[in-house]
């Protein structure tokens, strides 16, 4: 059967089992656009490229499959650098298909050509130029199998509008993946193994880092089960809040720069560390100088790459979380930990009592109340998209995930901007689920465009802006490290309720504390899309805090202010 | 300085990726040399970079994710035989010739064009004898110099080789 260029990709994007692609049209690929008319692929037409990107990583993200995003040549291009370097330093697997002018252009400036291969280079896990009609089913097949096997991570395929043009026979058998046969390693040799179950079963304090690669592995059960034969408390990254239920005892909470006090103090005594899909981020250790001093360190990891790059680890397991788990479990010891399980929970009891629901309400409206209400609200279970700065921080605290992939968030990257075009993702991809955003003014007005994708799409998703007047999370940083000089960092936002109404979506603005669950509820009624403006208290800091730079323990806590060190226990 | 050994697709812009991973990692190359292999869909680097073993780990596990990349490997530790090829173009009038293929003889260099003024002298070995002969060459007058850049192999048994043929399709495990 002859096909053109085009036609082969959409029936190939088909054939892989896609639904979706986000998208925004332009000259270069035309043709393809020609072809999804006439194709099952349902379109969705964003308003930015770099949204169109968000939302194929939030997709990815909320199920574990690749997202598609589409653009043009030139500008619509470049408009996605930001979401490929977003999904590339989470590791999301996401393909980008991108018109190029004809391959006789190549190289002469042409009109809206740009070398995106190039630009995206060290920001992709792979990309390729396809200048033949011929190369396009195997190409796409090969950019979904790097997409997401191994580390995943974003692919970019460039296609110049002649191949999309040219029509050559298509046969799907026939270009199955080529890709390059790699040597297989064995760094995960025996030696190796037998080091880390020794350390394993004899460590007095041993904790658990569990990253996101545990997600991305699919272990979660094998994670459960390695909890429980070890009988070994878990602390979580950011990325990794999701991969055991918040609501287990043996999960102590997050890590970290923004994480629980009595969780760093644990790492910073513990000693063997057992780091589970987890790439020691700086925001994770602080000064690695005196990161827990006295650990030996074990790494369940399955890029090469990461071991001892920034953390010297003494047992390096190389190679997938849930194989690797699977293998420790029949040989792992449950000794009793008693005494020091007993002496974390008196660490956590010394720390903080993360009680806001039990004091009284003083008149003011703290984003902990939101975030904390809107946890009680849902039972824990909607999916959160969160943008990035202190909200994003006041939800990992305060929310409670017990599934995994229901809180989407850029970590490596921190992108603003990332929540709405993400949720948008995330809902297409899990339609029943519950979806909220939780972005601050600043960010979500750098993306609040994708709106009218809601509304043209008539989707269903619920978003909550936590307020603050601020570029929050730096305005934090001004009041600690810069004698409070706020240099632009207070900000004027739209009226966001009214913003919502223009767009045709409801919108609510909410002052008191006392009103903030009735709204909540009443916006899940809702079968539309609901926009909350929560006007909270301005000048709130997110405690404890790690400053950059410092020691894991050196944490800046919450002045004597008993309103909130936290919320209630999950 | 670390040496290290790569197999990679003799395809456009695999140096270019090579190279920019270097960059990526702030890690300096000394030295990137490519040639041909026996399977002309592969070939081989030798790239020496400015760093140390870790710096070493993490440039040969980061170049072995690269999808074109088929076999990449530190050898600094190993015993290894390494090369470096020079083409010097020197003075040589009446008076300083004889002189000129006296220390040529001591070098095992190579005299390989002749002019009325001057001479190009080829010389290969380790990058330490290259020096040495340059050092003695110098106040002759030194006009014109290229260097190839090391090429290194493990010595013996000691094999480098790319894994199979070039183009199987893949275990999807073996994509990292
Ligand atoms: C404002 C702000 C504040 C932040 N504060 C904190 C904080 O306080 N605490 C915190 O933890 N983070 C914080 N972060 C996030 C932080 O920057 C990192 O993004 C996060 O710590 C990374 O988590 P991770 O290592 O689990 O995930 P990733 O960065 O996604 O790494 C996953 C790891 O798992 C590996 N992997 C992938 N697949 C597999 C597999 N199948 N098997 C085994 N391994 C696999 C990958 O190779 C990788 O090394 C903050 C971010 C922002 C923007
Ligand atoms: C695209 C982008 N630009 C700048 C930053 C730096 N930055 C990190 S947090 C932050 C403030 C975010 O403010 P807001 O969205 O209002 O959220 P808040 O911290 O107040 O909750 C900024 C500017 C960033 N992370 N991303």
């Not at chain 1, 309720?497 to 916006?523: C, H, K, M, W, Y």
């Amino acid at each position: 059967m002859k096909l053109t260029g085009a036609e082969i990709l959409c029936e190939s994007l088909t054939k892989l089992g896609v639904q979706h692609i986000f998208g925004y049209p332009g000259g270069a690929i035309l043709p393809v656009y020609d072809a999804l008319g006439k194709s099952k692929l349902h379109h969705i037409l964003v308003r930015h490229e770099q949204g169109a990107t968000h939302m194929a990583d939030g997709y990815a993200r909320a199920t574990g499959g690749v997202g598609v995003a589409m653009a043009t040549s030139g500008p619509g291009a470049t408009n996605m650098v930001t979401g490929i370097a977003t999904a590339m330093l989470d590791s999301s697997p996401v393909v980008c298909i991108t018109g190029q002018v004809s391959s006789k252009l190549l190289g002469t400036d042409a009109f809206q050509e740009i070398d995106i291969t190039g630009i995206t280079m060290p920001i992709t896990k792979h990309n390729v130029v396809v200048s033949r009609a011929e190369d396009v089913a195997r190409t796409v097949r090969e950019a979904f199998v790097i997409a997401n096997t191994g580390r995943p991570g974003p692919v970019l395929v460039d296609i110049t509008k002649d191949a999309q043009q040219a029509s050559c026979e298509f046969d799907w058998e026939a270009c199955a993946p080529r890709l390059p046969q790699k040597r297989l390693r064995n760094d995960h040799n025996q030696a190796e193994f037998d080091r880390a179950l020794e350390l394993l079963n004899t460590a007095k304090r041993p904790l658990i880092l569990a990253g996101r690669g545990i997600m991305l592995s699919g272990a979660m059960r094998a994670f459960e089960q390695f909890v429980r034969t070890s009988n070994i408390p878990v602390a979580m990254t950011l990325l990794g809040i999701g991969c055991f239920p918040a609501s287990d005892p043996m999960n102590l909470g997050m890590m970290g720069m923004h994480g629980e006090a009595w969780v760093n103090h644990a790492i910073q005594e513990s000693d063997l560390l057992i780091a589970i899909g987890m790439r020691f981020d700086d925001r994770v250790t602080g000064d690695l100088r005196t990161y827990a001093k006295g650990a030996r360190k074990i790494h369940i990891e399955i890029d090469r790459a990461e071991i001892n790059k920034n953390v010297k680890v003494d047992a390096a397991l190389v190679g997938d979380a849930r194989q690797t788990l699977e293998k420790l479990i029949p040989h792992t010891a449950n000794p009793d930990r008693g005494p020091w399980l007993a002496h974390i929970k008196e660490l956590k009891g010394d720390s903080a009592v993360r009680d806001i629901q039990s004091l009284p309400d003083n008149g003011h409206l703290y984003a902990a109340h939101v975030i904390n209400d809107l946890w009680k609200e849902t039972r824990g279970e909607a999916i959160v998209v969160t943008d990035v700065g202190q909200h994003q921080m006041w939800e990992a605290q305060y929310y409670h995930h017990n599934q995994p992939r229901t809180l989407i968030t850029s970590g490596g990257l921190g992108t603003m901007g990332f929540a709405l075009p993400a949720a948008i993702g995330a809902k297409f991809a899990k339609p029943e689920s519950e979806v909220w955003v939780v972005a601050g003014d600043g960010g979500f007005q750098m993306t609040m465009c994708e709106l009218a994708t809601i509304v043209q799409e008539k989707i269903n998703i619920k978003i909550a802006i936590i307020n603050n007047g601020f570029l929050g999370m730096v305005r934090q940083w001004q009041e600690f490290f810069y004698d409070k000089r706020y240099v632009a960092t207070p900000l004027v936002a739209p009226d966001f309720a009214a913003l919502a109404n223009a767009f045709g979506i409801r919108g609510e603005r909410i002052t008191a504390r006392g009103d903030v669950l009735p709204t909540i509820r009443s916006a899940r009624e809702s079968k539309e899309t609901v926009l909350i403006d929560f006007r909270v208290e301005q000048e709130d800091s997110v405690y404890p805090m790690v400053p950059a730079g410092a020691s894991l323990h050196e944490m800046i806590r919450r002045p004597n202010n008993p309103l909130v060190e936290t919320a209630s226990e999950p | 300085m670390q040496t290290l050994v790569a197999y990679v697709e003799n395809k456009p812009g695999v140096l270019n990726r090579v190279s920019s991973l270097a960059r990526r990692l702030a890690i300096n190359i000394d030295s990137l040399t490519v040639g041909p292999t026996d399977n002309p869909q592969v070939a081989r680097m030798t790239i020496v970079a400015h760093t140390d073993e870790k710096g070493g780990h993490r440039l040969e596990a980061s170049l072995e994710k690269l999808v074109d990349v088929l076999l990449a490997e530190n050898i600094s530790e190993r015993s290894l035989l390494e090369r470096d090829l020079a083409l010097i173009k020197v003075l040589a009038d009446q008076q300083s010739r004889p002189h000129l293929m006296e220390l040529i003889k001591v070098f095992r260099a190579r005299v390989v064009d002749v002019a009325p003024e001057s001479l190009i002298i080829e010389v290969s070995g380790t990058v330490d004898k290259i020096d040495g002969l340059l050092e003695v060459l110098r106040p002759f007058g030194v006009l014109e110099m290229a260097r190839s850049g090391r090429i290194s192999m493990t010595r013996g048994g000691d094999l480098l080789r790319p894994p199979g043929a070039a183009m199987a399709s893949v275990e999807p495990a073996n994509v990292t």
